[in-house]
C-alpha cells in the first residue's frame, strides 16, 4: 500500500488516497476536524455527503472510504446510515492504530 496526501484544491473531496501495488485506489480517506471534540461527529458534519462524493470523483465505487475524526466519535445515524457500505470510521481514540486497521 501507499498514501498519498492530495492537494486542498481539487482533491476530490479526499484528503489522503491509498493505493494498491498496482496502483488501483483501494482506499479515500477523508479528515473531518470537529472544536468540540468532546460530542459525537453528526450528520450535518457532511461525511455522509463525502462519501458519495469522493467515491464519484476519484471512480472508486469499491474503494473503501474511512472517515476520520477528532470528535469522540461518530452520532449514532452516520453508523447507521454507513454500516452496509464499505466503509471505516475512525476516532481519536484509534488514530493511533491507522495503519493496522487499514490493512485489516
Known amino acids: 500500500m501507499h498514501a498519498e496526501r492530495t ?31 468532546s460530542r459525537d ?9 463525502d462519501e458519495a462524493r469522493v467515491r464519484r470523483n476519484w471512480a472508486a465505487d469499491d474503494a473503501i472510504f474511512v472517515g476520520v475524526t477528532n470528535a469522540r466519535g461518530f452520532a449514532a445515524e452516520v453508523r447507521r446510515t454507513l454500516e452496509d457500505r464499505n466503509v471505516i470510521l475512525i476516532t481519536r481514540s484509534s488514530l493511533a492504530r491507522i495503519g493496522e486497521i487499514l490493512r485489516g
Open 7 to 37: 492537494g486542498r484544491t481539487g482533491d476530490g473531496g479526499a484528503d489522503v488516497v491509498v493505493r494498491d501495488s498496482a496502483g488501483r485506489v483501494t482506499h479515500l480517506i477523508q479528515y473531518k476536524h470537529t472544536q468540540n471534540t
Open 41 to 49: 461527529l453528526g450528520v450535518n458534519s457532511g461525511i455522509l455527503s
